[in-house]
């Protein structure tokens, strides 16, 4: 590999090489607080390096790209990995995570995430996906001592495998079907004027199947609400956001090759996926009464939102799935981070009773999580509206009006299961247990995403006008 091409994954260098060294550091003198402190550092020093550091090559290897596109999403799951890891300074005390193997799992997985985001071939996909998805079978079951969280990895791991099974074997049969890796050659040379091969199309096939896992679609999502419910909070912050977001992002490059013949075989079978995310994830989210688990059903249905601008593709489609990324991921953040500062001893406050009466009692944090709910739900001027406007227009101009449609009115439905939790937060002013205040380094988090959701709300212009120009292609 030439001195450019290293050069030019810097930001991935300096995300391997910080894993690796608080990873020995760990070993010899397992300090938790500064090696945390040290991996926020370096997932810092990444982002800047991709900010500020324009790469002097676009694609290293025919494999991942280095423009402006990946390192886009380089700074967002870089900046996720050292928020991941400041709501873990007292969480992770009061669980007694083992301080080096914890920082240098969680940089690795956002390394992995960087890799996906910018991955411009089929093995670039495997690799970026299989590099966070091994992380987080690990990160997830990290509290030895908790039943869930080993019950939780073990699911995560066994529908995992699955994935990973059906994403390698469709990804040799595209192959196949087009004697090149490169993702804008694979898909272009898959159509035909009659349509897709019949053997890219069972690749496909295989491939959305795996990616219907790891992105919680309908019906590949059981494993979701049990995995949120068990992971620690900070942990389901990055699955939730990073781990789906990177996913997406691949999927942008990856939908821009694919022909209009190609795209009619393809759409009805998105369509329907998209529908019934949208449909069963709202349904399952009515009847729960775990934040968590709510937030798992939600997130399904969100999917589901992606998937419908995804579909619609053109300029309008694929810069509203961007600037949606960001702004799920703030809220989310957000609300796993109210979650994570709540804890006590590492108990977290899941149950809707435990959330009786705190916002009279923490009106601050209180306040914010229904605002970070109400983001989600798409209620203005939180961000979450101006993301669901982008992604209805979008399919609305690309003439999927049903789907839209239906976007609409399952977001109309969120509303209620958004609200029930922001009832019980102010409608009882007893408080049901003994939750901790939160510390600096939490609130700082629950700052920065309340910001970024408020302004984005307020304020979209420059991100929307950014996610249109960076687009790949």
């Known amino acids: 590999m030439s001195g450019l091409e290293l050069y030019a994954l810097l930001p991935l260098l300096i995300l391997v090489f910080g894993s690796t060294f608080v990873l020995m550091v760990g070993a010899w003198k397992p300090a938790r607080r500064p090696l945390l402190l040290i991996g926020v550092l370096t997932a810092a020093s990444a982002a800047i390096a991709a900010a500020c550091w324009p790469a002097p090559l676009d694609e290293v290897a025919k494999m991942f790209s280095c423009g402006p596109y990946a390192r886009f999403f380089t700074v967002l799951w870089s900046l996720a990995a050292g928020m991941t890891l400041l709501l873990s300074l007292r969480y992770g005390e009061d669980r007694r995570f083992p301080g080096g193997e914890y920082t240098s799992l969680v940089l690795f997985a956002a390394a992995g995430m960087c890799l996906l985001s910018s991955a411009s071939s089929l093995i670039g996909i495997f690799l970026g996906l299989e590099s966070f998805t091994l992380v987080l079978y690990i990160l997830i079951a990290i509290d030895k001592n908790c039943a869930l969280g080993t019950e939780a990895g073990l699911k995560y791991l066994v529908m995992g495998i699955v994935a990973t099974g059906l994403l390698s074997f469709g990804i040799a049969l595209i192959y196949t079907a087009t004697g090149t890796f490169h993702l804008p050659e694979a898909m272009t040379a898959l159509g035909t004027e009659a349509g897709m091969r019949p053997l890219g199309l069972l690749g496909w096939g295989m491939m959305l199947t795996a990616i219907g896992f790891k992105a919680s679609l309908v019906p590949f999502h059981l494993w979701t609400p049990d995995v949120y419910q068990g992971a620690p909070a900070p942990v389901t912050a990055l699955l939730s956001t990073g781990a789906k977001g990177s996913l997406l992002a691949a999927l942008i490059v990856v939908m821009q090759g694919v022909p209009a013949p190609s795209m009619a075989d393809l759409a009805p079978v998105l369509w329907v996926l998209a529908v ?198």
């Not at 709540?342 to 899941?350: K, L, S, V």
């Not at 969120?414 to 939160?438: K, N």
């Open 276 to 473: 019934l995310s949208m449909l069963v994830g709202s349904l399952c989210a009515l009847r729960q009464t775990n934040i968590k688990r709510m937030l798992a059903y939600s997130s399904v249905v969100h999917m589901g939102y992606v998937l419908t601008a995804l579909l619609a593709g053109g300029s309008a489609g694929f810069s509203a799935v961007v600037f949606y990324l960001v702004v799920y991921t703030v809220a989310n953040f957000g609300a796993f981070g109210i979650i994570t500062s709540f804890a006590i001893q590492g108990q977290e406050p899941q149950d809707y009773a435990d959330l009786a009466g705190l916002g009279y009692h923490h009106p601050r944090r209180g306040a914010a999580l229904a605002f970070f709910l109400l983001s989600l739900a798409g209620v203005p001027p939180a961000a979450g509206f101006i993301g669901k406007f982008g992604i209805f227009y979008a399919a609305i101009e690309a003439g999927y009006l049903g789907l839209a449609l239906f976007g609409v009115l399952a977001s109309i439905l969120s509303i209620y299961y958004y609200l029930r939790p922001i009832i019980v937060l102010f409608m009882a002013d007893e408080r049901s247990a003994c939750l901790h205040r939160g510390v600096i380094e939490e609130h700082g988090v629950l700052a920065f995403c309340l910001a970024a959701t408020l302004m984005l709300g307020l304020y979209p212009g420059p991100l929307l006008d950014l996610a249109i120009a960076i687009l790949p292609g």
